[in-house]
């Protein structure tokens, strides 16, 4: 089994993830211990989401749902990139953090041809912006804009409201 190529040390925990995922990909039984470690890591972070506004706490759920969705059908059919896309940017915004390009295509389960296409479709619908790093021209961040933002918290409002 051969390393993937790799140009520059991984400096975030996107480049690590992305890292980690090629190199799982080289084996079956690799690939399922590393999606089962990260979906447990992933599970931590979002535990603690009991003190979130109600919005917050709708985003949160949804993202885990997703995930554990994707855990049971073990197929494409379901995705919805923009949309995963759109919640990892709103809680993004919650934690006043911005995000790469690499880390919502992780975000989303798509490769990043396919994420950089939805990425460019939400931009022409005023729904995100993208600038360089400051810190690494290499890296382009997303953030998701304030109308994008308004419309998330209105889907989890009326979400809350129907249950």
């Known amino acids: 089994m051969n390393p ?13 993830l992305i890292a980690l995922r090629e190199i799982a990909q080289q084996s079956p039984q690799l ?9 447990a890591a992933l599970g931590d972070v979002l535990s603690g989401d009991r003190e979130l506004p109600g919005p917050a706490r709708y985003i949160r759920a949804t993202m885990k749902a997703r995930l554990v969705r994707g855990q049971v059908f073990e197929t494409e059919l379901f995705r919805d990139p923009a949309w995963d896309m759109l919640l990892d940017l709103y ?10 390009v690499s880390s919502l295509c992780i975000a989303a389960q798509v490769p990043a041809t396919t994420g950089l296409r ?5 931009e022409k619908e005023a729904l995100v912006t993208r600038r360089r790093d400051a810190i690494d021209q290499r890296r382009v961040l997303i953030e998701a804009t304030p109308i994008a933002i308004e419309g998330v918290e209105k889907v989890a409002r009326r979400f809350a409201q129907s249950i």
Do not use: C, F, G, N
């Open 91 to 100: 809680d993004a915004h919650l934690q006043k953090r911005v995000t790469s």
């Open 4 to 16: 993937p190529p790799h140009s520059a040390p991984a400096d975030t925990v996107e480049d690590k």
């Open 31 to 39: 690939h399922d211990r590393v999606s089962e470690a990260l979906s």
């Open 118 to 122: 939805y990425i460019a479709a939400m």
